[in-house]
């Protein structure tokens, strides 16, 4: 516990977004420590341009300035892992902040090593999840680098503070200061919350979303999309080959414009704070539904209900930072397995913020209409019936024929 001291002439890898906090963390880590800063910038497939950002990063005087290219390993290696063990945080948030924060961990380790820093840094604050991800994706990785996070330590108060800090050097903020929300956006989703949105009791505004339309704003006619999977992981869209990237980006603007995706929830933080946040996640919403639709007819009933435990902690283990973990890859392995089977299509409707299934087919279904069906074609055994029922309901008989249970005044 020993917060900034000892930094100085330190360099200094910066998880650097270009937004209002990093730059003052760029310019602050100079003029306070004398620090060298080498700043480094993932593209997750975040909509808001990063273009620009390493020349930025240059006038705000660091020494290098990287501009990553993550896109295709944060599809395939993270996102589509989460997709196939079905994670979803507390049932709902499909994790797009929290499965990048491993990632850009990362990349600050790899350019941290490639340019002899001895510490990373990072914008988060110290009640969050993600400066969890961030000091546990890097100390996983790198035990011996050190991690800072300025925010939890630093003068400024509030963002008027670092703004005024900007002002007097000449920092420009003009794309930052506009939002009256705190907003993390990547390739499988957006996450927004402060202002208004604190208040639980309040709904959310039509500005605080992004990339959806309202429900009431979507088209009049339903529109009806094939995905097909093999292995659990989608690779076409109407029966065309996709690769991940561009699935999921043309899911996000197929889906949001028929309003899907939107959430909004009251979560538990690692940190012990219940949040409101509004998600949006139309492609991540869609890939869910249709996977878990084709998972329904191709595992069989125990492997389905265990997974769905699985899924739980899953979530849990992603959102607390623990990708970089043993438990991780072990729970890949079992899910891996199972996904086997999950091969087909499944059609989904989409229409005003509602999704259906209009069909799913598998080679590898376990529907069998001869045992299901309750026409000429059955092949069940309804006689057998009778023994499996009367042995299943034999610990209920058992209790009904012994004296019931008295209060506890009447027993001797
Ligand atoms: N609550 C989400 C999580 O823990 C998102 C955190 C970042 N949210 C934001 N609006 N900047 O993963």
């Not at 993270?78 to 063990?85: G, N, T």
């Not at 330590?153 to 007097?168: G, L, M, Q, T, V």
């Not at 996000?252 to 909004?264: E, Q, S, V």
């Not at 019936?385 to 009447?410: D, N, Y």
């Amino acid at each position: 516990m020993n917060g900034l001291a000892g930094l100085q002439g330190a360099r200094i890898a910066l998880a650097f977004s270009g937004g209002l906090d990093t730059s003052v963390i760029a310019s602050w880590l100079q003029e306070e420590f004398g620090a060298e800063i080498v700043t480094v910038s993932g593209d997750l497939g975040q909509e808001k341009e990063l273009k620009g950002i390493t020349e930025k990063a240059y006038q705000l005087g660091a020494k290098a300035a990287y501009h990553v290219d993550l896109k295709k390993q944060f599809a395939e290696d993270f996102v589509f892992h989460a997709l196939k063990a079905g994670a979803l945080y507390e049932g709902v948030y499909p994790l797009a902040t929290a499965l990048g924060r491993p990632l850009l961990a990362k990349a600050l380790v790899e350019i941290a090593r490639k340019e002899e820093c001895t510490v990373v840094a990072h914008g988060c604050t110290g009640k969050g999840n993600d400066q969890v991800r961030f000091d546990a994706g890097v100390w996983a990785l790198a035990p011996d680098l050190r991690v800072i996070a300025p925010v939890r330590h630093w003068p400024f108060k509030s963002r008027e503070d670092e703004i005024a800090y900007c002002a007097e050097r000449g920092i420009p903020v003009s794309a930052t200061k506009a939002s009256p929300y705190s907003i993390d956006e990547n390739l499988w989703g957006t996450s927004i919350e402060c202002g208004v949105l604190e208040d639980p009791t309040v709904a959310p505004p039509e500005d605080a979303y992004q990339r959806t339309v309202s429900p009431e704003q979507a088209p009049n006619t339903p529109e009806e999309i094939a995905i097909t999977f093999k292995h659990g992981i989608p690779v076409a869209l109407n029966e065309e080959a996709i690769g991940a990237v561009d699935l999921i980006t043309m899911l996000n603007h197929l889906a949001g414009a028929h309003g899907i995706g939107r959430l909004d929830m009251i979560e538990n933080r690692l940190v012990g704070i219940k949040s409101r946040e509004i998600y949006e996640a139309p492609g991540a919403t869609l890939l869910h539904f249709a996977h878990s639709e084709l998972e329904r007819i191709t595992l069989d009933k125990w492997t389905a209900h265990a997974k769905a435990k699985l899924s739980q902690d899953y979530a849990e283990l992603v959102y607390n930072g623990l990708w970089f973990s043993p438990l991780r890859t072990a729970f890949d392995a079992f899910v891996d397995e199972t996904q086997t089977r999950v091969n087909g299509i499944v059609v989904v409707k989409l229409y005003k913020g509602t999704m259906s299934v209009r069909s799913r087919q598998s080679p590898n279904s376990l529907y069998d209409k001869a045992l299901a069906s309750y026409t000429a074609e059955d092949t069940f055994d309804h006689s057998a019936g009778e023994g499996f029922s009367k042995i299943f309901s034999l610990p209920l008989r058992t209790l009904a024929r012994t004296v019931p249970a008295v209060a506890e005044h009447e027993l001797v």
